[in-house]
């Protein structure tokens, strides 16, 4: 038990540590849940810890592609300004929808045929004959053509702009849906994902998301007391509610300023 393995230990190990059962924690279940909810979320957006780098592969679909080839409605905008200024305006539909998990994509890998090489292939040409043997001939001419062809590749055809955004849960492909792309074929999305702490029960184990919950329900514990405070109890005690809310405040500030320069993921690491 000392170890938290699960939502349900993990919530008994952060109310023993402010004090359960010596003394009495004036927060409903309710309460500590949304508080470890809200622990998780934060743990899961700004901890390395707390995602991980994935490859996720996407076939597409003949629905995708009719919503994507559609020609949208137009949406009318009116003018605040001048309320007889009106325009219409269209947003194209080419998305794809990813999974809530996902918090970020930093790329998406390129639509080309570079694994089918012909014998009319400039690189199947270079590799039959620059380097049938390895042992006498040197890398670095292979290495200074495979950089100039794929720097030509990047110039005359390009890469396939993308945008996400985690709220919406769609990775919008900006390509031409029509020539680009058919049903059946496959796209392979570098992307972070959280972790789901009902698979990788570890997380409840995580000395930094032990600490934050604890606090965050002693904040909502003084939340609760601090609408009775200065009211004395049986035996002369007397409720200090505003007292545990700032106490809680103030460990709350540290632990996320120690969460931003200790353990807090580069913003560079998260955008392709």
Not at 35 to 60: P, S, T, W
Not at 139 to 149: A, C, D, E, S
Not at 207 to 228: E, M
Request: with cysteine; hydrophobic share 35%; charged share 25%.
């Amino acid at each position: 038990m000392a170890t938290p393995t699960s939502r349900s230990t993990f919530k008994e190990y952060c109310l023993r540590n402010l004090g359960k059962p010596v003394i009495e924690i004036n927060v409903d279940d309710d309460q500590v849940e949304d508080r470890i909810d809200e622990a998780l979320q934060y743990f899961a957006q700004y901890h390395y810890d707390g995602v991980e780098r994935m490859y996720l592969k996407y076939q597409f679909t003949s629905a995708d592609l009719a919503r994507a080839r559609a020609d949208t409605s137009p949406t009318t905008t009116t003018d605040k300004a001048d309320n007889s200024v009106t325009s219409d305006t269209k947003e194209g539909k080419g998305y794809i929808v990813m999974p809530e998990a996902v918090v970020s994509v930093i790329n998406i890998f390129p639509f080309d045929d570079k694994a089918n090489l012909n014998m009319f292939d400039v690189r199947y040409q270079l590799r039959l004959n620059d380097l049938y043997d390895f042992s006498s001939t040197s890398i670095i001419h292979y290495q200074t053509v495979r950089t100039h062809l794929d720097f030509l590749d990047h110039i005359l055809v390009g890469e396939k702009p993308y945008r996400f955004n985690q709220h919406m849960n769609r990775l919008y492909i900006d390509m031409d849906w029509t020539n680009d792309v058919q049903t059946g074929d496959y796209i392979v999305i570098e992307c972070y994902r959280k972790l789901d702490p009902t698979v990788y029960t570890d997380i409840f184990n995580d000395i930094f998301l032990k600490r934050y919950a604890t606090q965050l329900i002693k904040r909502q514990w003084g939340a609760n007391l601090s609408k009775f405070n200065g009211v004395q109890m049986l035996g002369g005690v007397t409720m200090n509610g505003k007292e545990i809310y700032d106490e809680a405040n103030r460990e709350i500030e540290k632990l996320e300023k120690e969460l931003t320069t200790v353990y807090e993921t580069p913003v560079n690491y998260m955008i392709g």
